[in-house]
Every structure is written in C-alpha cells, then in structure tokens.
C-alpha cells in the first residue's frame, strides 16, 4: 500500500500497520479509527482483525449509495474490541455494475443478516453468503428502496 495514502499520525498506529497490506487509505475522525479495504480482500482483513488484534464483536454491516459516483456503493463494517474498549470501522469500495463482494459470514456467524439487510435494502450481493434473500422486503418487491436511483412516488402494491 502507498504510504501516502495514510496520513503520518497513522503509520504507526499498530491496527494500520497490521492491515497496510490490505488497506487503500485510513483515517481517524469522530474518535473512531477507519479503514479502507480494498473489496478483494475483506474476508482477510476481517479474519485478521478478529484474530490477531482481539476485535470479537461485529456490531453491523451496511452500505452507502454513492450515486453516481463510481464505484458507487461502499460495504461498511463496524467492528468492536470489548476488552481493548476500541472500535474500528472497515470499508470498501464496489462497482455499481453488478454488486458483489465475499461474505464475512465464516469469520463472524453474526453477519449473516447484517448482510441480508444490505442485500436487501442496497441490491449488494455477499458471495459465498450461506442464506441471502430477502429480509425486510417481501420476496417479490422490485428492486432495493435504499439505493438513491429508487423512485419514491407511485403504486407499491
């Protein structure tokens, strides 16, 4: 990774350093730490997250719609170190054009319908995802309410 994308005050913050290799940028805003995954390789980063830097809690996973920025939607992951009293937050970035990143669901089991909200609401497919249909919306709804290109006048029945 560029070291120009992580603002000096960071290199040396030991959970940066841990996921340079996997990470596009970082930043700490808010009083909580952030980094950019890039989207191949979250499965990795989360794992190393969990197993090496003691991070047991997955609090949610969400998107962003970026509409028309491309890429368009970004997966956020919130994560939570009870005993080191830290939070973390993972992103990353994915195309508009067909949607899809891996499912976090064989590092952490509570993912499973943190993910199916967001295929749901967001139309982002979790690859690998052991049950992802629909959760808020009936089966048969067209298309995803959250994403800002969804119309939000006329019939929904």
Same mark, same amino acid.
């Given at each position: 990774?560029?070291?120009?994308?992580?603002p $000096?005050?960071?290199?040396?913050d %030991?959970? !940066?350093?841990s996921?340079?290799?996997?990470? /596009?940028?970082?930043?700490?805003e808010?009083? @909580?730490?952030?980094?950019e995954? #890039?989207a191949a390789?979250?499965v990795?980063?989360?794992g190393?997250?969990?197993?090496?830097?003691?991070f047991?809690?997955l609090t949610?996973?969400?998107?962003v #719609?970026?509409? %028309?920025? $491309?890429?368009?939607?970004e997966?956020v992951?919130?994560?939570?170190?009870?005993?080191g009293?830290?939070?973390l937050r993972?992103?990353?970035?994915?195309s508009?054009i067909?949607?899809?990143?891996?499912s976090?669901?064989? !590092?952490?089991?509570?993912a499973?319908?943190y $993910?199916? @909200?967001?295929f #749901?609401l967001?139309?982002?497919?979790f690859?690998?995802?052991?049950?992802?249909?629909r959760i808020?919306m %009936?089966e048969d709804?067209d298309?995803? %309410?959250?994403?800002?290109d969804?119309?939000? /006048?006329?019939?929904r029945?």
């Open positions: 990774m560029a070291q120009a994308m992580i $000096e005050t960071l290199q040396q %030991p959970t !940066v350093a996921l340079a290799d996997l990470a /596009t940028s970082a930043k700490f808010f009083n @909580e730490l952030t980094i995954i #890039d390789k979250i990795e980063a989360v190393r997250v969990k197993s090496k830097l003691g047991e809690r949610s996973v969400t998107g #719609d970026r509409f %028309p920025a $491309e890429p368009r939607f997966v992951y919130h994560l939570q170190s009870v005993a009293q830290k939070r993972l992103k990353a970035r994915i508009g067909n949607p899809e990143i891996d976090v669901t064989s !590092v952490y089991r509570g499973d319908w $993910e199916r @909200e967001t #749901d967001f139309g982002i497919r690859l690998n995802h052991p049950d992802l249909r808020m %009936p709804w298309g995803h %309410p959250l994403r800002k969804y119309p939000i /006048t006329g019939a029945y």
